[in-house]
């Protein structure tokens, strides 16, 4: 599903950050196909953000999938808690809403992976839009984009590709080295 | 070149300031007093526009409210501390001095319990001992 153009462009860059628009219809398989570049054939550690799927269903289907779990450290945003709860691969934030403690657990869990090489995999942007104004959106993602080039890493972005956050994408594409747009 | 510009300016203001406070006040205890205060008022400013800047329900939030109310019961010490020297003020008056550092030692316990707390949520020890593994495979 994945051009093979875009796998090239993923494979000769050590670092990037890239914002992936991917349709409603193949987002999971899209999803899956990129995790397992980056951790299967590239073999790079990563921390993954979720603030679509809980940790838990998450965890069930990168095993389904044979995706080497281990090497990623998950941040689940979406799972209710009413305080931050961590378990050894997880760290639970309780909301969404919440993005200062999203900001620093990313910061933590990135500097904790004991490799050159990494990943950060916000999934997704569009989920922000419901919790957030497009304004406070904008802000977050331009703090993201400028922390995955500090952290060095292979930074990717998910997002829905819709009407209502183009305006959004617009801004974010002059801060991304790449589009991939995986419809 | 901005930023460098109003830097340069808040550095002058403040060496001003501190020279302004050492001219007009001849003694010393009073004039460290008033240099702690104005220092006090800078952090209190710079904790309260944190605090407004972090989501709410947050631990580094919380953390930020205890340091907060931490610093003003400092700052309120300090400020009683030169009223005392000042007014020459005596035996009863002296004791609200005391409860105020206290209460700012005691919400600063509380705000190390909460950084404590915030080290043990956020950091992936174990987790980094198991990539480590496996990327030795």
């Known amino acids: 599903m994945i051009k093979k153009a875009y796998r090239e462009q993923m494979n000769s860059l050590n670092e990037y950050v890239a914002l992936a628009l991917v349709s409603s219809k193949n987002y999971q398989e899209t999803n899956l196909e990129l995790i397992k570049i980056l951790v299967n054939e590239q073999k790079t550690p990563g921390v993954y953000i979720t603030l679509n799927k809980p940790y838990k269903t998450l965890k069930k289907i990168f095993e389904q999938k044979a995706i080497n779990n281990s090497l990623i450290i998950f941040i689940d945003a979406i799972t209710q808690e009413e305080n931050l709860k961590k378990t050894k691969e997880c760290l639970f934030i309780g909301s969404p809403e919440k993005l200062s403690d999203i900001s620093i657990a990313m910061d933590q869990a990135v500097r904790a992976i004991p490799s050159e090489q990494k990943f950060v995999f916000f999934d997704s942007l569009s989920t922000l839009l419901i919790y957030h104004q497009p304004g406070t959106i904008a802000k977050f993602i331009h703090f993201l984009s400028t922390k995955m080039r500090e952290w060095s890493v292979k930074g990717i972005i998910i997002s829905l590709e819709s009407d209502a956050n183009k305006e959004l994408i617009n801004q974010l594409t002059q801060f991304c080295d790449l589009t991939l747009e995986l419809k | ?137």
Do not use: C
């Not at chain 2, 010490?77 to 020459?88: A, D, P």
């Open chain 2, 1 to 137: 070149m901005n930023k460098a510009i109003f830097m340069i300016i808040e550095l002058i203001a403040i060496v001003l300031g501190i020279l302004a406070i050492i001219k007009f006040v001849s003694d010393k205890e009073i004039l460290v007093g008033f240099i702690s205060l104005s220092f006090g008022v800078l952090a209190i400013i710079w904790s309260f526009i944190a605090l407004n800047s972090l989501s709410k329900g947050t631990s580094s939030r919380d953390y930020v409210m205890f340091f907060l109310i931490g610093m003003v019961f400092l700052f309120l010490f300090s400020l009683w501390h030169v009223l005392v020297r000042i007014n020459k003020w005596e035996s009863r008056l002296i004791y609200p001095e005391y409860i105020f550092i206290s209460i700012a030692y005691l919400i600063f316990v509380m705000a190390s319990f909460r950084v404590y707390k915030f080290s043990k949520e956020f950091g992936f020890k174990e987790k980094t001992k198991e990539i480590r593994k496996q990327l030795k495979k």
